[in-house]
């Protein structure tokens, strides 16, 4: 598998960047995970590569890491890979993000995960309710960070977002609401519910699916807590 993504909006500012990847055993024709990852069969190359989309061609970006991994033996239950690389932006302290955050790991782990659980109906309320301004408030935060961190500044970045709310809210395939678990990023300042079926597993649960086809949908989001006591917001 191969292909590219912007990471603009993991960066809070320039600096030292830290990167973890991890590699789980693969999954059978019918959804099951594997015990073991067989590592002489593994491989993985990435690069970070930074520019500017409208002044330069894709092939003139800088490189910030090229990482390959070297050949492995034995059998694993999973690898990880832990890598730093220096990131260039013209922000120092405009983007807040997560950082300042509260850290979630420290609290009450049932408590978090019922506060959790209650935003996320909440906006599933909103998505059935077609409520678009509701959920633009939800996500105020979050679309304007990552405006900042991908430089947009046109009113026509704004209305895409927009309409892209008003095209989720008239998708008519309910939610499925079940079977997952709390999970934390950024160094315990995120969270979010991850799905823990082997069809979904560690897809987000905001998640819907035709009863018939099959087929489905599913909205990233990462919550945060911006001091001790506040409520949760979204961040990403």
């Not at 989309?53 to 050949?71: G, H, M, S, T, W």
């Not at 690898?79 to 990131?87: G, Q, S, T």
């Not at 678009?132 to 304007?144: I, T």
């Amino acid at each position: 598998m191969s292909g590219s993504k912007p990471i603009n909006e993991a960066i809070l500012k320039p600096g030292k960047q830290k990167l973890t990847i991890r590699m789980t055993p693969p999954v059978d024709k019918n959804y099951n995970i594997g015990h073991e990852i067989d590592m002489e069969n593994i491989a993985l190359k990435l690069s970070i590569n930074y520019g500017e989309y409208v002044l330069e061609k894709v092939d003139q970006f800088k490189e910030a890491l090229r990482y390959e991994l070297p050949v492995q033996k034995g059998k694993l239950p999973y690898y990880e890979v832990n890598l730093e690389f220096d990131a260039i932006a013209p922000y120092q302290n405009d983007i807040e993000g997560w950082q300042n955050g509260a850290d979630l790991t420290k609290e009450d782990k049932d408590k978090l995960l019922k506060e959790v659980e209650e935003f996320y109906k909440e906006l599933i309320g909103y998505y059935d309710a077609k409520n678009v301004n509701s959920l633009a408030s939800k996500y105020y935060k979050r679309q304007f960070e990552v405006a900042q961190t991908n430089y947009q500044t046109k009113i026509y970045d704004s209305q895409i977002v927009a309409d892209e709310w008003v095209k989720d809210v008239n998708e008519t395939r309910p939610f499925i609401f079940d079977q997952y678990m709390l999970r934390f990023y950024g160094d315990g300042k995120m969270v979010a519910l991850v799905k823990t079926d082997k069809y979904y597993i560690n897809l987000s649960t905001l998640m819907r699916e035709d009863p018939k086809t099959g087929k489905s949908v599913w909205y990233h989001m990462y919550l945060h807590r911006p001091k001790p006591g506040a409520p949760l917001e979204v961040i990403r």
